[in-house]
C-alpha cells in the first residue's frame, strides 16, 4: 500500500477544520459497530440522510479521520450537481487507485476475468480520464457495462487485502443512473470484503428522486446494509458547542443555546456561520426575537456579501459559476482581472468564510458548503450568470488536455450561454460529451445530452440524428417510453429526412413491452409510402421487417407473415448478416400457432449463432428469451437451460433489466414446476420490480396471476374468499383469471356464467393464449360442462405433444394431453389413457413433478368416472399423493379426496355422473332442456348434450323411459 496514497481530502470537512465537532454520539456508535464488522470481513453500508446542512459531510469526515488513524485505507469520492461525469462519484477514488493497479502494487484476484490492462481501460472509462479526446487516441472497445462494474469491484477488493478500506461517497442524490447501478453491484458483490462504505444522501425534496428511492430500498434489504437519519442539534448540543467555541460565558450558555435553537432550527451549517458572525458584545441580539440576527443561512451569507468590494464579489460569483470545488487557475482566466487583483479578491472572500483551501496539497478552492454557493448563484441575475458562464466557458477552451471531463465542463457552460450566440458551441461539445458517455456505456447520460443538443440544434436535420441517437441509448438504457417520445417526434415530422429511421426506432421501443402497435404501424406505413421504391436499401428492408412485426399485435397476421418471408429473402440476398438478424428477430413475433413454431425456433438459432459469431449479446438475449418460451412448450428442457444461460450472460452484462427480467422468468417456471413455491414466490416478486425499471406499467398483472397459481396449488386461495363476491365485472378484469378463481373457490354458478361468456361456438388459440385454453378447460371439467367441453376440444388437440403457456412465461401449465384426456374422460369419447401415458411422458421430459402430479390425480378421477378398466387406479393415487404431499400440493390432494370421497358414495347405475343425475331427475318431473339449464345455471346445449349422454347409458330411446328409468332405480328422492 506505499506506493499510493489515499486521503478523505476531498470532503469539506476535515479533522483540523476550526469549528468544533459535538453530539452525534449514537451515531458515531453506529459507526463504529459497522466498522468492526467490517474489519471481520462482513462488508457494511450506511447510507447517512438528512437535510441539507445538517453535518452529514462532517460526520463522515471525523469517522474517515479516525479510523484512518487506526490503520484503515481511506478514499472519498462526491457527486456534484451540474453535469458531473458518468460514474461519479467513483471518479476520485478511481483516479487514486489506478496507478497501483497499474504498477502491480495492488493484486488483482487470481479469479478475475479481466486481465490487468482490461481493468486499467474500464477504469479510464470510469474517470474519464482517457486519452485527449482531441488526440487521435486509440478507441478502446468498452463492450459491456459488466466489465466496467466488475473492474471497479475488482479494485475495491485488491485495495482491501492488504488492510480494511473506507470508502466514502458524498452527494450520492446526485448521482447519474450509471453510477447507482454501480453503486448496487458494488455493495451487491463485496459481501466478504474488508469494507465500510459510508454514503451521504439528502432526504428532502427536490433532492430526492424517485429513482434513488428504488434503488436504495433494493440496497436495504441486503445484509449489513443500513441508513441513518440525523437530526438538527438539540438545544443541549447546541449549548456544548458554545462551550467548545468559547462562546458561553458568564453562565449564559443555555440562554444563548435555547435562542440559536429556535433561529437556526438546530441546522449545525447554519449554527457554524451564524456564531462565526457574532463579534464579542452581540450575544445579546441574537437572545431578543426581535434582534438583527439572520434568519436562515441566506441571510448570513448575504450578510457577508453585503461587506465584499463588488470587484471581489464579481470573482467570487465566477468562482460560484465554475463549482463546489475552484480551480484557482481556472479562475484566474476566467476573470476580468490581473492574477494579483483576483487573487486579493479570493483573500477577501476567505476572510469572510466565504471561500476557503481545500484541505490536502491540490491547491483547490471550496465554497464552505453546497448551501453557501447556491446563495451566492441565486443572487446573481439570470443575464449577468448567463456572461459569467460563458466566460469560463471561453477560459475553459484555452490549449490544454481536453478529457472527458473539461468536455463535460464545456458542454455543460456553453449550454446555459447559448441564448448569447454559440448555440453552435453548446451544440458540439453536448454532441461531444454524449459520445463519450455512450462510449463509456453510461446510456441513461448519453441520451439526456443527445437529447438536450436535439433541443438546441437549429438545424432540423442534425437535431433529428440526435434525437434518435438518444432514442437509441434510452432503449439500452431501458427507457423505453422516453425511447418512444424522441423517436415518436421524428417520424411524425413529414419534413424530416430520418423519418423513416424515426419509425423504426418507435416499433422497436414498442414490441419490447408488448404494447398495442397501432400507432407504430401508422408511422411506419406513412414513412415508406414516402420514402422512394427502393426495395435492396437495408434501411427500407428493416421497416418492413419492422412493420411486419407491428402488425401481428394488430392481429394482421397474413400480411405479417407475407412481409416477414420477403424480408429475410431480401436481407439474405444482400448477405448483410446485421440485417439479417434484425429481421429474423422481427419475425419471432410471427409463431402464434403450434404449426409455427419450428420456423420461428429455427430464426431464433440462427439469430442466435449469427450473435455468438459477432459477440452481440443484444441480439442474443432477445433470441434467447424466444428459445425459452419455445422450448417449454415442446418440452425441450435441456433447450430451456441453454436459453437460461444465454438470458443470464446477456443480463449480467449489459447490466439491461429487460434481460433479467426474462431471465428470472425462466428461474420461476423451473421453481414451481419443481415445487419450490417459496423461491418461486421471491422471484415472482423480483420480477414485477424488475419490470417496473424498463417500464411504466405491464408487470404487475403478470405478476398477480403467478401469486394466483401459487396460492392455487398450495391451498392459499382462502386467503382471498372473503374478498370474491361473484358480483366481479369481468369486462374490468382479466376474465380468464377471474374464472380460474370462481372454479377454484367451487363458485360454480358465476363460473358457469363467466365460462358460457368466454366461450364461443368454435374456439382457437395462440402459443401463448394457450394457457388461457388451460384455464377454460379446469372450468368446464370441474363444472361437468360437456358443451363447452366439446367445443374446446379441438383447440386443445391441436398442441397435443406439446406444453400451454401463459404470455411470455408468465406461468405454466403443463401438458396439452393432461387436459385433452380430462375433456376426452368428461366427454366419453377418444383415447384418454393415451393422452395421459403422453401426458406423464412430458412430465418427466421436464423434470416436472408438480405437473406430473396434476397429470397423475386427472387420470385417477377418469377412472373413478369410467371405472378401473384394468388399471391399478390405487398405486396411480399412492404415487399422486407421495409427491402432492412432499411439495405441499393443496390442490391435488384436495383433488385426490374429493376423487376418493365420491368413490365411497353410492355408485349411480350405468356410469351415470352426479350432473347426469340431477338432469334425469329433472327430466323425471318433466322439465324441458330449457328449464333444466336454467335450475343448473348451465346453457342449454349443455342441458341437450347431459340429455344425449343419458340415453346412450341408459339406453333410454326418450325422456318417458329415462323418467320410468329414475324411479325404477330408486333415484327420485
Not at 487 to 497: G, I, L, Q
Not at 685 to 710: A, D, N, R
Not at 730 to 735: E, L, Q, S, Y
Request: aromatic share 4%.
Amino acid at each position: 500500500m506505499s506506493a499510493w496514497t489515499a486521503s478523505h481530502s476531498s470532503l469539506r470537512w476535515t479533522e483540523a477544520s476550526p469549528s468544533s465537532f459535538v453530539g452525534r454520539r449514537t451515531e458515531r456508535a453506529q459507526l463504529d459497530e459497522a466498522w468492526s464488522a467490517a474489519t471481520r470481513g462482513h462488508r457494511q453500508v450506511v447510507f447517512v440522510g438528512g437535510e441539507p446542512g445538517v453535518g452529514k459531510s462532517r460526520l463522515l469526515a471525523e469517522t474517515a479521520s479516525r479510523l484512518e488513524r487506526s490503520g484503515a485505507v481511506v478514499l472519498a469520492g462526491s457527486c456534484v450537481a451540474d453535469l458531473g461525469t458518468p460514474y461519479q462519484p467513483f471518479g476520485q477514488p478511481m483516479t487514486t487507485l489506478r496507478p497501483a493497479v497499474a504498477d502491480g502494487t495492488l493484486e488483482l484476484r487470481a479469479s478475475s476475468r479481466l486481465s490487468r490492462d482490461r481493468v486499467l481501460a474500464m477504469l479510464d472509462a470510469v474517470t474519464g480520464s482517457g486519452d485527449d479526446v482531441d488526440g487521435g487516441g486509440e478507441h478502446v472497445d468498452l463492450g459491456y457495462r459488466q466489465d466496467i462494474v466488475d473492474a471497479v469491484v475488482e479494485t475495491l477488493v485488491a485495495a482491501a487485502a492488504d488492510r480494511p478500506l473506507v470508502l466514502l461517497l458524498e452527494d450520492v442524490h446526485w448521482a447519474s443512473e450509471s453510477a447507482l447501478d454501480l453503486l448496487s453491484y458494488v455493495v451487491e458483490s463485496t459481501s466478504t470484503t474488508e469494507l465500510l462504505l459510508l454514503a451521504t444522501l439528502r432526504t428532502t425534496a427536490p433532492d430526492r428522486s424517485a429513482g434513488l428511492v428504488d434503488r436504495l430500498a433494493r440496497l436495504y434489504r441486503l445484509d449489513s446494509v443500513r441508513r441513518i437519519d440525523l437530526r438538527p442539534f438539540a438545544t443541549d448540543e447546541i449549548e456544548e458547542y458554545l462551550v467548545r467555541e468559547g462562546r458561553a460565558a458568564d453562565g449564559r450558555g443555555a440562554e444563548l443555546a435555547a435562542r440559536l435553537r429556535e433561529r437556526t432550527g438546530g441546522n449545525p451549517f447554519f449554527l457554524r456561520e451564524l456564531v462565526r458572525d457574532l463579534a464579542p458584545g452581540r450575544d445579546r441580539a441574537v437572545l431578543h426575537a426581535d434582534g438583527p440576527a439572520p434568519q436562515s443561512v441566506q441571510d448570513t451569507i448575504e450578510s457577508r456579501l453585503r461587506t465584499l468590494p463588488p470587484d471581489a464579489r464579481e470573482t467570487l460569483e465566477v468562482a460560484a459559476v465554475i463549482g463546489d470545488v475552484v480551480d484557482p487557475d481556472l479562475l484566474l482566466r476566467a476573470s476580468r482581472w490581473d492574477a494579483g487583483q483576483a487573487l486579493d479578491h479570493v483573500d477577501a472572500a476567505a476572510d469572510r468564510h466565504l471561500l476557503e483551501l481545500r484541505p490536502g496539497a491540490d491547491g483547490l478552492l471550496q465554497f464552505p458548503h453546497t448551501l453557501a454557493r447556491q446563495v451566492v448563484l441565486d443572487l446573481v441575475p439570470l443575464a449577468r450568470r448567463t456572461h459569467l458562464h460563458l466566460r469560463v466557458a471561453q477560459a475553459l477552451e484555452q490549449p490544454g488536455p481536453r478529457g472527458a471531463t473539461r468536455v463535460q465542463q464545456l458542454a455543460h457552460h456553453y449550454d446555459r450561454a447559448h441564448v448569447l450566440g454559440y448555440t453552435a458551441e453548446a451544440v458540439r461539445y453536448l454532441l461531444e460529451a454524449g459520445r463519450l458517455a455512450e462510449e463509456a456505456l453510461a446510456h441513461d447520460e448519453a441520451a439526456q445530452l443527445f437529447a438536450r443538443a436535439a433541443a438546441l440544434d437549429p438545424d432540423p436535420e442534425t437535431a433529428d440524428e440526435a434525437r434518435l441517437r438518444a432514442a437509441a441509448c434510452w432503449v439500452l438504457a431501458g427507457d423505453l417510453p422516453a425511447a418512444r417520445d424522441l423517436a415518436e417526434t421524428v417520424a411524425a415530422d413529414a419534413t424530416s429526412p430520418h423519418r423513416l429511421r424515426g419509425a423504426v426506432m418507435y416499433e422497436e421501443s414498442t414490441w419490447r413491452s408488448s404494447r398495442p402497435s397501432g400507432r407504430a404501424v401508422e408511422l411506419l406505413t406513412t414513412a415508406l409510402s414516402a420514402t422512394p421504391a427502393t426495395p435492396d436499401d437495408a434501411l427500407s428492408v428493416r421497416a418492413r421487417a419492422s412493420l411486419g412485426r407491428a402488425l401481428v399485435y394488430e392481429h394482421r397476421h397474413q400480411e405479417a407473415c407475407e412481409l416477414a418471408t420477403q424480408t429475410i429473402a431480401q436481407a439474405r440476398r444482400l448477405a448483410d448478416d446485421d440485417l439479417l438478424v434484425r429481421v429474423l428477430e422481427a419475425a419471432f413475433m410471427h409463431g402464434h400457432t403450434p404449426a409455427d413454431l419450428p420456423t420461428t425456433l429455427a430464426r431464433a438459432q440462427e439469430v442466435s449463432h449469427l450473435s455468438r459469431q459477432k459477440g452481440d449479446l443484444w441480439h442474443l438475449g432477445h433470441a434467447a428469451f424466444q428459445r425459452s418460451l419455445i422450448s417449454y412448450v415442446i418440452g425441450d428442457d435441456r433447450g430451456l437451460a441453454d436459453a437460461r444461460a444465454d438470458l443470464v450472460r446477456t443480463a449480467d452484462a449489459t447490466r439491461q433489466p429487460y434481460f433479467a427480467y426474462w431471465a428470472g422468468s425462466v428461474d420461476f417456471t423451473r421453481q414451481f414446476v419443481t415445487g419450490r413455491f417459496a423461491d418461486a414466490t421471491r422471484t415472482s416478486e423480483t420480477l414485477v420490480e424488475l419490470g417496473s425499471t424498463f417500464e411504466t406499467e405491464g408487470t404487475t398483472g403478470p405478476w398477480s396471476f403467478q401469486q394466483f397459481m401459487l396460492r392455487r396449488e398450495t391451498g392459499g386461495l382462502e386467503s382471498v374468499r372473503g374478498l370474491v363476491t361473484g358480483d366481479e365485472d369481468v369486462h374490468g378484469t382479466w376474465a380468464p383469471g377471474l374464472l380460474a378463481l370462481y372454479t377454484e373457490l367451487g363458485m360454480s354458478d358465476v363460473a358457469q356464467r363467466v365460462l358460457t361468456w368466454l366461450v364461443p361456438d368454435e374456439y382457437a388459440s395462440t402459443v401463448a393464449g394457450s394457457g388461457v385454453l388451460a384455464l377454460l378447460c379446469d372450468a368446464a371439467v370441474e363444472l361437468e360442462d360437456v358443451d363447452v367441453a366439446a367445443r374446446l376440444r379441438p383447440a386443445v388437440a391441436t398442441f397435443t405433444g406439446m406444453n400451454l403457456v401463459v404470455g411470455g412465461l408468465v406461468a405454466v401449465m403443463g401438458s396439452a394431453d393432461r387436459y385433452l384426456g380430462q375433456l376426452d374422460s368428461l366427454l366419453g369419447r377418444g383415447d384418454p389413457e393415451r393422452s395421459f401415458a403422453v401426458a406423464e411422458q412430458m412430465d418427466a421430459a421436464m423434470g416436472a413433478p408438480v405437473h406430473r402430479a396434476e397429470t397423475l390425480a386427472a387420470h385417477v378421477a377418469h377412472h373413478r368416472r369410467h371405472g378401473p378398466d384394468g388399471c391399478d387406479v390405487r398405486a396411480l393415487e399412492r404415487s399422486a399423493r407421495s409427491t402432492a404431499t412432499a411439495l405441499g400440493l393443496a390442490r391435488v390432494l384436495r383433488r385426490l379426496d374429493s376423487v376418493g370421497a365420491a368413490s365411497t358414495r353410492t355408485t349411480h347405475p350405468d356410469g351415470l355422473t352426479d350432473r347426469e343425475v340431477e338432469v334425469l331427475c329433472l327430466l323425471a318431473e318433466g322439465l324441458s332442456n330449457r328449464q333444466i339449464a336454467g335450475t343448473l345455471v348451465i346453457s342449454e346445449n349443455t342441458a341437450a348434450n347431459h340429455v344425449r349422454n343419458i340415453r346412450i347409458k341408459t339406453g333410454c330411446e326418450n325422456r318417458t323411459r329415462a323418467a320410468m328409468y329414475a324411479v325404477s332405480h330408486g333415484l327420485l328422492t
